[in-house]
């Protein structure tokens, strides 16, 4: 039937066979007519002009509903989902606002209720009643129309059920512009003309698909563009009771002329329509629960291929988008001829390794513009391939360099679904049916549809929160420390370890800081929670230790110090932190705790291990609690063990276990630092594993230090009172000491960045002497102290200017140079590397 037949009259509709007026009529948000079909008039018998901008309720059939014993099944799609009017609703519950889902039912409508309506009963009515079939459907989108409703004659379609039945095979085709719709169902012609002129975005020849495919399939349609959408449409259209009495009156004709009864001619074969969608339904429902158990892009994947092999299809390649299995962003648009996809799966029935050489997993390649694949693609929507002809699977075949791929696909049915997700193609499903089983026709295409929807939502979760691990890990990565594996008097080694669980990027971080004194900190922390936000929160707070330690804070004061920083930056966020002062010379650390599991100190002189009994304190961002420290001697090879609580808890089992482990496998005797951490953290992995307890799964960061100290006799110290004359002694001494120590090569450096740092000092100091330092080590350190809190600054100094070259100088000769405040003043120090032996 041709577009512009429709509306040559009602005769020419009547005249041919199996067209039943389909009555279609649009209700604005006032509860007006806003559009009045020619159907509508010949239904209801009202003329448009009359219609249009009258009360709904006036014109429509609004109660009246039929006995329960008349029984009339659901016509609707949603009766596959128990959503057919069961609630016992007319039609005047849609048409006044009440019902926000489709609704559907069977009215009575008279010649005294048509007189009511003041219009005349329509020519050709022999009765005084007519049954009307009608459903109701809300609209949603931003324009005035509210409710779309289609009404039939219940007398027509059941003598058109006969006809439905015989051709029952025919089916719909789409062509542009002036498309033809081939449909044995009443009003589709109509509908697929009108539903552009009710949704402006939807084209004539969508309108077409989208009704051809309702009608003719009896599945839903959920949404058909990108911004209007709308309920399912009705099913069948026929009254199952016409239905079944039609099949009967055939088979009784079938069995009184001897013939064969076929089936479709029994009551078992009359839901063969409905069994078909249920079992799609049901199918869909089953991947749905298969599918994205988890948020892991590789097992997403692995999951969407196995959920449709082989009940839906016998192969099925899934290809991504190259940045999708990277985890990175990719540019808007429609990908083109150079978009890389990868080939991330391969699922089949056919014999072990068969697809595994010819389309190997991992491979990444663009596509042709030619092939249903770019199609797929760049459209959005799903192809369909009833048999791979031989030119088609030439075609595809050149695409595999020196690979026939034609025995593989040639004669096979091929879907090709995209998997999409927010309007973006995120990558396409390639599914083969063999040769002997039945092709994918247009009902596995609309099942199709919706399976790679649902697993486009599902891949995209995935994605996204891979993307989001991925960020947070890089910047986790970003902020984690590059510590060298010696500081003064001390050996360190670091381990980070993230989480064996996706969403197990935390907050964990270790750091260590030179001090004045030839002194190190240590610092281990954890921020309470997992993810970016714990990662950036650790950035911060790792950075604010770091700027606190280089001014020299006692341990406790640097703890009140940060909490006080978490609780300005927000109290969203709780941390944990151990920070540990090592003073070589001195041989102790000072150690101060904010809720953070205990060290443990391993003994050089026996061998044993013990965790350190500090004062726990509370977590940073607690607000207003002290923190408490204290001072531990320590000797030349004794180390201490600094972790979070991932490495020594886990769910279920009690955190005294895990730090009883910690002190047994730190003590063991190892022949480097990296080994002792790496024999910590599989000893502590098989203590969990032997509970049962699965190991580990929060991040993990681990800090070990050996604490060598510094000897006396590498240790040199001086105070000069503040005279100028004393500069000169100042050269002397440490000429004389680097002689002494065998340095002599470094005397003439030394001495000239001493003389000015000396000289610095003497005139700025106020009141108490100037101090000076060598120490003798990996490098040769140097320090001067004074009373002065003001930090020298390195200048540029003009040809005329007095001032500004000393540090200049310091700076060309020493291999590191710094400066910090301290209590009692500043530290200005310089290291020279040592001369190779």
């Known amino acids: 039937m041709n577009r512009g037949t429709e509306r040559d009259g009602a005769g020419a509709e009547h005249a041919a066979a199996g067209r039943i007026p389909l009555a279609v009529v649009v209700v604005d948000r006032e509860g007006l007519v806003s559009h009045w079909s020619s159907g509508a008039r010949r239904l209801f018998g009202a003329a448009r002009e009359e219609a249009i901008g009258r009360p709904a309720v006036d014109l429509l059939p609004v109660s009246g509903a039929l006995p329960e014993e008349e029984d009339v099944a659901p016509y609707g799609a949603y009766a596959a989902y128990s959503a057919y009017d069961g609630h016992g609703h007319d039609l005047e519950t849609s048409l006044d606002g009440r019902l926000f ?27 005084d009643r007519v049954d009307v079939l009608w459903w109701a459907y809300p609209l949603v989108g931003p324009g005035p129309e509210r409710l779309l409703v289609l009404a039939a004659d219940v007398g027509r379609l059941q003598q058109d059920a006969q006809h439905a039945q015989e051709d029952a095979d025919t089916g719909f085709e789409r062509v542009a512009p002036g498309f033809a719709l081939h449909t044995d169902f009443p009003g589709a012609e109509e509908l697929a003309g009108k539903l552009p002129e009710i949704l402006p975005s939807m084209s004539v020849e969508e309108s077409a698909r989208v009704v051809g495919q309702v009608l003719e399939l009896g599945y839903p349609v959920l949404e058909f563009s990108q911004n209007d959408r709308v ?7 026929v009254p199952r009771r016409a239905e079944r009495r039609a099949r009967r009156q055939r088979a009784a004709r079938a069995a009184a002329e001897g013939l064969p009864l076929p089936k479709e001619y029994t009551d078992e074969g009359e839901d063969l329509e409905y069994v078909a969608v249920r079992e799609r339904l049901e199918f869909l429902n089953e991947v749905s629960g298969r599918i994205g158990t988890s948020l892991d892009l590789a097992q997403t994947i692995i999951e969407v291929s196995k959920a449709v092999v082989p009940r839906f299809t016998d192969v099925a390649g899934t290809y991504l988008r190259e940045q999708v299995v990277a985890g990175e962003g990719f540019p808007d648009g429609v990908p083109d001829t150079t978009t890389m996809w990868h080939r991330v799966a391969v699922e089949h029935t056919d014999e072990p390794g068969r697809w595994d050489d010819v389309v190997p997993v991992g491979e990444a390649m663009p596509f042709p513009a030619h092939t249903p694949f770019f199609q797929c693609m760049t459209t959005g929507e799903p192809v369909l391939v009833p048999r791979i002809s031989e030119e088609m699977g030439h075609a595809i075949a050149s695409q595999f360099e020196k690979r026939d791929i034609r025995p593989l696909i040639t004669g096979r049915s091929m879907l090709v679904v995209p998997l999409k997700a927010r309007n973006v193609v995120l990558g396409f499903m390639i599914l083969l049916r063999h040769p002997e089983r039945p092709v994918f026709n247009d009902m596995d295409r609309v099942t199709g549809a919706e399976l790679a929807a649902r697993a486009g939502l599902v891949l995209d979760n995935a994605r996204m929160y891979t993307y989001q691990e991925a960020v947070a890990e890089t910047l986790q990565d970003s902020m984690l420390p590059h510590i060298p ?28 800081v030179k001090l004045p004194g030839a002194r190190t900190a240590l610092v281990v922390g954890d921020v309470m929670g997992h993810g970016l936000n714990s990662a ?13 330690a280089a001014l020299d804070l006692p341990p406790s004061q640097l703890l009140r110090n940060l909490d006080d920083l978490a609780q300005r930056l927000g109290d969203t966020y709780l941390a944990t932190c151990l920070y540990a002062v090592y003073d070589p010379i001195a041989s102790e650390l000072h150690l101060a705790n904010a809720g953070h599991i205990p060290p443990v100190l391993v003994r050089a002189e026996n061998g044993r291990s013990e965790l350190l009994d500090l004062p726990t304190g509370a977590p940073i961002g607690v607000g207003g609690v002290p923190f408490e420290a204290v001072r531990v001697r320590v000797a030349p090879g004794d180390r201490i063990v600094m972790c979070t609580d991932g490495l020594v808890e886990v769910r279920g089992e009690d955190i005294g276990a895990g730090l009883a482990a910690l002190c047994e496998s730190a003590a063991h005797p190892a022949a480097s630092m990296d080994e002792a951490c790496d024999t910590i953290i599989r000893a502590l992995a098989v203590t969990f594993s032997k509970a049962g307890r699965g190991g580990r799964k929060d991040d993990v960061a681990l800090l070990m230090a050996r604490l060598n100290g510094i000897e006396p006799k590498d240790v040199a110290e001086w105070r000069f009172p503040i005279d100028p004359v004393e500069v000169a002694r100042a050269r002397a001494v440490v ?12 005397a003439d450096s030394a001495e000239l960045m001493v003389s000015e740092l000396v000289t610095n000092a003497v005139r700025h100091s106020h009141s108490r002497p100037v101090e000076l330092r060598l120490v003798r080590g990996d490098a040769l350190l140097c320090e001067v102290d004074d009373d002065d809190h003001d930090l020298p600054t390195l200048l540029s100094a003009g040809p005329g200017d007095e001032a500004g070259r000393g540090l200049r100088v310091v700076s060309t000769l020493a291999r ?11 530290t200005v120090w310089f290291e020279l590397s040592l001369p190779r032996r």
């Open 485 to 512: 594996p010696r500081r003064a008097g001390c050996d360190i080694a670091t381990r980070y370890l993230p989480g064996t669980l996706l969403g197990r990027v935390g907050g964990d971080w270790f750091d260590s």
């Open 231 to 237: 309920p399912v449409t009705p099913d069948w259209g």
């Open 101 to 127: 889902y489709p609704a559907a039912g069977r009215a009575r409508l008279t010649v005294p209720q048509r007189s009511e309506m003041g219009v005349p009963p329509p020519e050709g009515w022999g009765s």
């Open 816 to 826: 590191e140079w710094g400066a910090s405040r301290t209590g009692a003043g500043k």
């Open 735 to 746: 000429r004389e000491q680097l002689h002494d120590w065998g340095l002599a090569r470094l």
């Open 536 to 548: 950036a929160m650790m950035g911060q707070l790792r950075t604010a230790v770091q700027t606190m």
